[in-house]
């Protein structure tokens, strides 16, 4: 069943709030416990299993780890070129876990390369140094990012650690993995674009390769994290961007609990090839595009155009681009002053038998001050005759 993805609404993008059922368009049998598949150019859902039941993330977790470094490095609590001091705690990650990056405690590697480590190499160490020096602590860390879940309405989520070791209470679902992945796409684009598509790191003259296979067997796949434990089973987020008729198009995967390391790269892939071949991404209106416009009291203009906050797209099943029909709803009377950018109403879509598709908000395109004392009087009369 296609839902929405509630917790991405609140994505810088922000063009739509909210999302309904579209016809059932029956998915592939996927060989995994949970999983979920999202169009991010429209913030659709467009199939899951289970979604919202909290798994074992394994190393999936790193996803919000890296995302917390680049939010501190955004705010230049540190940069990349910082160097940082290898703690105990970060030496013994080594002890029992493959997943590491082989730092040790008389190193001083830079934050590029623990980054690199944590996301190409999955290293748990590399994730422990980095949360040290972000928050002073591990667990000052864990708070960062679990505020940083809370904030982002992520209801199945409750980090214990960085790294994604099994540990009692430590929680995600795909559903909640999927927002997480896409706000590291849409908010650091450029980090994105460096770190999660590299397929090997060399660090200290030992060669690692990048565990998610689709790197190189898709093209079109230009990054995602891996994850393995004994509960959590293989693991994989990946993401893809392809060219289509209306620009790019770009799709997010989460598979958990599969069986094997082939199994969650070919269940992914299978994922992703599905959703770019059932549904057809339908631009509606373009950035900046006025959908309507609408009267306006005691402001300086008589009128006010509304719009998206950018390009409305739309996933429909293939073939059903043709058919859909748009309704505007206004909270009328719109009474100035109007800041550019407010709310005023909704655009809702849906298919030509009425099944609601998505709801995108109306803003205001370009402000509207409030008129002078004359003009307001006038407007205030003929509000109340009307």
Request: aromatic share 8%.
């Amino acid at each position: 069943m296609k839902r929405i993805l509630a917790p991405l609404m609140a994505l810088a993008t922000g063009l739509l709030t909210a999302m309904a059922v579209h016809a059932q368009v029956q998915p592939p049998e996927i060989a995994a416990r949970n999983y979920v598949l999202v169009d991010l150019t429209t913030h659709q859902t467009l199939a899951e299993r289970d979604a919202d039941a909290p798994q074992d993330p394994a190393s999936l977790t790193k996803l919000m780890t890296a995302y917390v470094v680049f939010d501190a490095l955004k705010a230049k609590r540190l940069t990349l070129d910082q160097t940082l001091p290898i703690s105990k705690r970060a030496w013994d990650e080594r002890k029992g876990d493959p997943s590491l990056m082989f730092i040790d405690t008389t190193m001083t590697p830079k934050v590029d390369e623990l980054v690199r480590g944590m996301i190409i190499q999955s290293g748990n160490d590399a994730s422990v140094a980095l949360a040290e020096g972000v928050a002073g602590s591990v667990d000052q860390f864990v708070v960062l990012m679990n505020r940083q879940a809370q904030a982002w309405g992520l209801k199945n989520t409750s980090f214990k650690n960085v790294t994604g070791i099994t540990e009692a209470g430590h929680k995600t679902s795909a559903r909640d993995i999927a927002v997480v992945f896409a706000h590291v796409i849409q908010d650091f684009p450029a980090y994105y674009a460096d770190y999660y598509s590299k397929k090997e790191y060399t660090f200290n003259k030992i060669r690692q390769f990048n565990r998610n296979l689709l790197l190189t067997r898709d093209a079109t796949v230009d990054g995602g994290k891996t994850g393995f434990t004994d509960a959590a089973g293989y693991c994989l987020a990946a993401s893809a961007q392809r060219d289509v008729p209306n620009g790019k198009r770009r799709l997010l995967s989460v598979v958990m609990g599969t069986a094997s390391k082939e199994a969650r790269a070919t269940e992914s892939q299978k994922l992703l090839n599905w959703g770019y071949a059932a549904f057809d991404a339908v631009r509606l209106f373009e950035a900046g595009q006025a959908i309507t416009t609408a009267q306006v009291w005691k402001g300086t203009s008589a009128e006010a155009k509304l719009g998206a906050a950018g390009a409305v797209y739309v996933a429909v099943p293939r073939g059903e681009g043709n058919k859909l029909k748009t309704e505007v709803q206004r909270t009328d009377p719109l009474v100035a002053p109007l800041a550019a950018g407010q709310r005023v109403g909704t655009l809702k879509v849906t298919t030509s038998t009425g099944a609601a598709v998505t709801e995108v908000p109306l803003v205001v395109q370009q402000e509207v001050p409030l008129a002078g004392i004359f003009g307001r009087a006038w407007d205030a009369i003929r509000l109340w005759i009307k």
